[in-house]
Structures are given as C-alpha cells and as structure tokens.
C-alpha cells in the first residue's frame, strides 16, 4: 500500500505521521511532503517522536510537486491548508482523506508548555493512524 501524508510545511504533522505509519508496517509505502515546505523538521518534532523511539533526524521536508505524477491508495491531509490547496495528481489516487490536527509548531509559551502541544499532538496522530490503519484499510 503507498500512501501519501501532505501538510502545509512538511516539518511537523506529516512527518510525524509518517514516522508511525512506517513503526507500525514496515511493508507499508510511506511518503510525506508539504504544499510550501519548510527548510527542515522541526527540531522538537524530532525530539517528541524518539521519545516514542521512531528516528526523523534523517529525514527532511519535500515539496508535493515532486509526488504529483504517481499514484497512491491513499493521499491524507493532516492541516487544513493542505486539504484546501491539494493539488491534482496526475498518477491515480484511489482515496483521499483528511485526518486533521493543530499545528504544534504554533504553540507559544514555555519550553515545557511548547514540548507539551508536540507531545499532545503527536500522541494524537499515534492513535488516529493507528485506527486508520486498524479500520480504513
């Protein structure tokens, strides 16, 4: 199964998604990209998902257009912008779906108050691909 995981950014909700989706089926074709994508992971994106022992460091924002030509069983929005500006691939896409979640890079206040939104919501996108994939598939 491919599955395509698409955000504004590419730096947060998608690559966290993605770095489950991968810890749950290995056999699972999994990508993530970003409408606008951002220069790099966000670094507490990182730091939250290896403490559920899932590795980003390696991994780097790429921009949707570079996906635009293949096909995929799924392509899956995280953020509401990326619903809304979704382009339209050329390759086959046999389901769309949009599982929607707050931007943790957002987030203001403490260190503690910031790690917290990216830990809640990384918990979150645990449990809701976690369904999916027990559910949508």
């Given amino acids: 199964m491919r ?3 698409l955000c504004t950014g590419n730096s947060c909700r998608s690559q966290m998604a993605e770095g489950f989706l991968r810890s749950f089926d290995p056999s699972l ?5 970003g409408t606008k994508a951002a220069a ?3 670094p ?3 730091q939250v998902m290896a403490e559920k022992g899932i590795d980003l460091s ?3 924002p790429k921009t949707v257009e570079q996906f635009l030509d293949q096909s995929f069983d799924y392509v899956i929005t995280v953020c509401g912008n990326a619903k809304e500006t979704c382009p339209v691939f050329l ?3 046999k389901q769309r779906l949009h599982i929607g979640f707050d931007d943790p890079a957002e987030a203001t206040g403490t260190e503690e108050e910031v790690l917290a939104v990216f830990r809640r919501v990384r918990d979150e996108i645990d449990v809701r691909f976690a369904q999916f994939l027990r559910e949508g598939r």
């Fill in 40 to 42: 790099r992971v966000h």
């Fill in 44 to 46: 507490k994106a990182v």
């Fill in 3 to 5: 599955i395509l995981i």
């Fill in 29 to 33: 074709e999994v990508f993530s990209a």
């Fill in 58 to 60: 390696g991994h780097s």
């Fill in 91 to 93: 390759g086959a896409v």
